[in-house]
């Protein structure tokens, strides 16, 4: 059975505390006494783990513990979690070796951490009671062949995404455009075209959440791109105005999960994922249409878009709202399909 | 040289009473003749068709054999000897992937080397690597023979081979359903299938799925490459089949026995008394450079023929 958190994630550790008195492994009940008096602040949500300074220190035998124990925690609750579509045993087993990979160091006899040992436990705890995102837990994702800072507010890049990039280095001319990449988030798309621009190409990304600005600056920032992309605030094309009718090309990962599926998404993405990145309002389309409204006087003549959706049905409901608008506004549009064959971009251009 | 033997065997026959002159002229043309053989050799081994992936980086790929859970400790011990046997040479090595067992033994392992001649060293040690040895799990103290293969492939670009996108056939792991912003997954696991030869290559190290992909791929240029080269290799001529490193990696070329702690290769009859060296990547070129010479005379006993 399952002890689900009914309280936010920053006092994820109280939880914790309570789990491990319950705990049935005699190697975390010898510490869980020395847990209670060293209760730590809520970890500061914006350095990633990877990125920390290695300030605290264990021995390697408290460390395989930790890792034992870890172990057999993901094992005992794997089942239950793969009921949503949670992580199975192993792909748990490997998140907790990557949590190892970004937390420590080993030098000689000792390991250095990048934070203290009872926050690991109690890290592990958030991922697998609270089914807190790995992403989180460590505070990064890899992406494409970048490691960017994620955390709660901000949606997670997914691997579908990556593909948006390789979309626009396909156009003619991409080196040198100026690019707009539309509800960003982490900055992923932009840092990934920022970085395969020419010396004349720029991208300027929005987005409404202010923790999302927050953390694509930082992103920006750590990969030194700041004179190619530029963050601003605001709704969609709202903080575009100066840069109307200039644009050579507009991407974007638009909310597009139709609001009825919200509550059967897998706790990872439904309980600690901003709804505002995933919710598409009704039928999920939202906020792809009013893109598509936007496009014809953001784009200049010979513009490129590509908007990634929910799949197949959506995909050819957008190609058919665009073609609406009338035939001569746009051509060369294509549904292009993903990795794992679900027809979820639409590209095109402007005539 | 000739001139000099010349003038030294006629220093000889014009004074045969002077002793001293005589041993000094003898000692002297023993070492010009061997200089005239030293000479001779280089100038073959210059003539000798060059095999221009020596000099490249390469792939290492280890796969537990036959034993069971041995096997994968051995296998993992081997990839660790070749992982130190790099460093000692100043190479770099990167692993590719690693499937563990749950003995935290590895079922298969690939790396990177990259460094001068990594491929041109290391490639006779593709083949079947033997271990004798009381295993870890064996409570009764009974000696097992298990086996590892190894297979050194070198490394291959763009330009070495051309992989069309609709030869390829790309799985990820998917859970099923929407896909996109409906799942988080952390399993970047990527397979790509080369459609016309069949061959797959799986990838899960990389915590994105574009890195798994990329190395994917270059795992799979390596094979097709050597598939292309063991084909014009063996158009080539038959003279060379008989040459060690043929690349065959059915054949059993060194035995590590441990309780006698020594490691004999098979295709030069070679043992050496100190396993532990060898583990430690320390001796390995004990055998490698006894290889590389028997490659060398192979090649121009065949060549002068």
């Known amino acids: ?351 | 040289m000739e001139p000099e033997i010349t003038s030294l065997e006629s220093l000889m026959s014009d004074c045969p009473e002077d002793k001293d002159m005589r041993e000094m002229a003898s000692e002297e043309l023993a070492e010009a003749f061997e200089e005239e053989k030293r000479l001779f050799h280089s100038l073959l081994k210059l003539l000798l068709p060059k095999d221009e992936a020596d000099e490249r980086d390469c792939i290492l790929e280890v796969r537990a054999g036959t034993g069971g859970e041995e096997a994968s400790l051995f296998a993992m011990d081997i990839f660790k000897m070749y992982e130190k046997y790099s460093q000692k040479k100043g190479w770099r090595f990167e692993i590719i992937d690693i499937m563990e067992t749950d003995l935290k033994g590895y079922k298969e392992a690939s790396g990177t080397v990259s460094g001068c001649g990594a491929y041109g060293k290391l490639k006779f040690e593709s083949g079947i690597h033997r271990v004798q040895r009381v295993p870890v799990t064996e409570k009764s103290g009974r000696v097992h023979t298990s086996a590892v293969s190894v297979a050194i492939l070198p490394q291959a670009d763009e330009v070495d081979v051309q992989v069309r996108n609709e030869d390829l056939r790309v799985d990820t792991y998917r859970s099923g359903g929407s896909g996109g912003q409906s799942v988080n997954t952390t399993n970047s696991a990527v397979r790509i299938t080369h459609i016309p030869t069949g061959i797959a290559v799986a990838i899960q190290d990389e915590r994105s799925q574009h890195m798994n992909k990329a190395k994917a791929l270059k795992v799979l240029r390596a094979r097709l490459y050597e598939i292309e080269r063991s084909r014009l290799h063996m158009n080539r001529s038959k003279l060379r089949s008989e040459q060690i490193g043929s690349g065959d990696r059915s054949e059993r070329i060194r035995t590590y026995n441990f309780p006698q702690g020594r490691v004999t290769d098979h295709r030069v009859g070679i043992t050496h008394h100190a396993i532990e060296d060898i583990m430690e990547g320390e001796s390995l070129d004990v055998f490698i450079d006894a290889l590389l010479l028997q490659e060398e005379m192979d090649a121009i006993a065949t060549f002068s023929a």
């Open chain 1, 1 to 351: 059975m399952i002890y689900r958190l009914k309280l936010p994630i920053l006092s994820a550790s109280s939880s914790c505390l309570r789990r491990r008195r319950l705990s049935f492994y005699s190697t975390t009940a010898a510490t869980a006494s020395s847990f209670a008096s060293h209760l730590s602040p809520p970890l500061k949500p914006q350095t990633p783990l990877f990125l920390r300074p290695l300030s605290h220190s264990t021995s390697p035998s408290s460390l395989l513990s930790f890792r034992q124990w870890a172990e057999s925690l993901a094992r005992s609750y794997a089942a239950d979690l793969s009921i949503d579509g949670g992580p199975s045993a192993s792909e748990l087993i490997r998140e907790l070796s990557w949590l190892l990979q970004d937390a420590t160091f080993q030098a000689g006899e000792t390991m250095l951490l990048r934070t203290d040992l009872q926050d690991l436990y109690c890290l592990w705890m958030q991922r697998i009671e609270a089914r807190r995102p790995f992403q989180y837990i460590v505070g990064c994702e890899h992406w494409r062949d970048l490691v960017l800072a994620v955390r709660e507010g901000v949606l997670i890049p997914r691997p579908e995404t990556e593909e948006l990039v390789d979309l626009v280095a396909g156009v003619e001319g991409f080196k040198d455009g100026l690019w707009a990449d539309l509800g960003t988030g982490s900055g992923a798309i932009a840092i990934g075209i920022g970085r395969i621009l020419g010396e004349n190409g720029r991208v300027v990304a929005t987005d409404l959440s202010e923790a999302a600005v927050e953390v694509a600056r930082f992103n920006v920032g750590r990969y030194k791109l700041e004179d190619k992309v530029e963050i601003r605030q605001g709704h969609w094309f709202e903080p575009l105005q100066d840069l109307h009718g200039k644009l050579s090309g507009l991407v974007s990962n638009p909310p597009y999960i139709p609001s009825s599926h919200i509550p059967g998404l897998q706790a990872e993405v439904g309980k600690h994922e901003p709804s505002l990145a995933l919710d598409g309002g009704m039928n999920g389309m939202d906020h792809l249409l009013h893109l598509c409204d936007g496009l014809i006087s953001a784009l200049k003549p010979g513009g490129f878009f590509a908007f990634e959706t929910n799949g197949d049905k959506q995909s050819e409901y957008i190609v058919d709202f665009i073609s609406s608008q009338g035939s001569n506004t746009f051509h060369d549009m294509r549904i292009v399909a993903d990795f794992a064959g679900v027809r979820r971009f639409v590209t095109g251009y402007c005539q």
